[in-house]
């Protein structure tokens, strides 16, 4: 896999996701299935789009017990989709648990890559909720060597975090960046973002685009953007 534009699509439907998708009569964009739909039209939403031929992350964060991830996990490996992910949080147990799991019969599996810190936890409540007194960027790597050393394949991060992760994990360790605006387009919730063109520049693997494609007035245009600033 290369360098691409992975499209969130946050919708509640499945009617709303698939209306969405037919715009791109050209190609077939990389899709992130998030809890949203996936909780509301469960694994069929899955085989709907990997049968459109859409290459699928599966973004449902697992976080358990080691032998309850590695049965989801299982479970998951049979949709076909093509990145999971999980909590780095849930220890390296848990997450060599998880690649066993996914794991096939024939020595095959997805991708599979963690969440470090969430982007909504900032220093305050990871001090105050969580107890870690450590600087954010410090815990972010911490995990991301822990993600590297149960054998995951990348991390999901901020853009900004991007290079120092690959640093200190290699530049074959996939970073995954949500976080992505134009330059001219509107922020919204995210709270740091870069261009689509600063994230190839600090090297993400993926980026991670919803709103400013998904909610765009053109989201074949914006589409078509996002791909020229970031893979050229
Ligand atoms: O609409 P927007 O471009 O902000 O969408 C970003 C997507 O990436 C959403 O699906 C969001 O849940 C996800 N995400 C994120 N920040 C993280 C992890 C995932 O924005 N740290």
Known sequence: MGKDVIVACDFSSKQATLDFLDMFTYCKPFVKIGMELYYAEGPEIVREIKKR????FLDLKLHDIPNTVKK????????????????????VNMMKAAIEGLTREDGTRPLLIAVTQLTSTDQKSMEEDLLIKEPIDKVVMHYAEKAKQAGLDGVVCSPLEAQKVHNICGSEFLTVTPGVRFADGDVGDQKRVMTPEQARLIGSDYIVVGRPITASDDPVAAYKRCCKEFIG
């Open 72 to 91: 989801a996990m299982s479970v998951l490996s049979e949709l076909d989709v093509d990145i999971c992910n999980l909590h780095a949080a849930g220890t």
């Open 53 to 56: 031929g859409h290459k699928i």
